[in-house]
């Protein structure tokens, strides 16, 4: 009865993952791959030159940015 548990337990865990698993890894990872693009955006813009205004905005755009890449890409 043990072994039969441990089996069924295994086979559960080696089951393909559910369609709408893989709609929600796919839009995380359309998500993540977005916020990257948009932190090397701005630090393209940085290495053209800026004022100081300008800087802090996208110094603040880029704390945003990387926090919510934190939280996106795992």
Do not use: F, H, T, W
Not at 38 to 64: D, V
């Amino acid at each position: 009865m043990r072994l039969l548990m441990v089996l069924i337990s295994l086979l559960l865990l080696a089951a393909p993952d559910s369609p709408a698993q893989n709609r929600q890894q796919q839009a995380a990872a359309e998500k993540c791959s977005a916020v990257k693009q948009k932190i090397r955006r701005i630090q393209s813009k940085m290495r053209q030159g800026y004022n100081a205004r300008q800087g802090e905005k996208m110094q603040q755009q880029l704390r945003e940015l990387r926090e919510q890449r934190s939280k996106l890409c795992r």
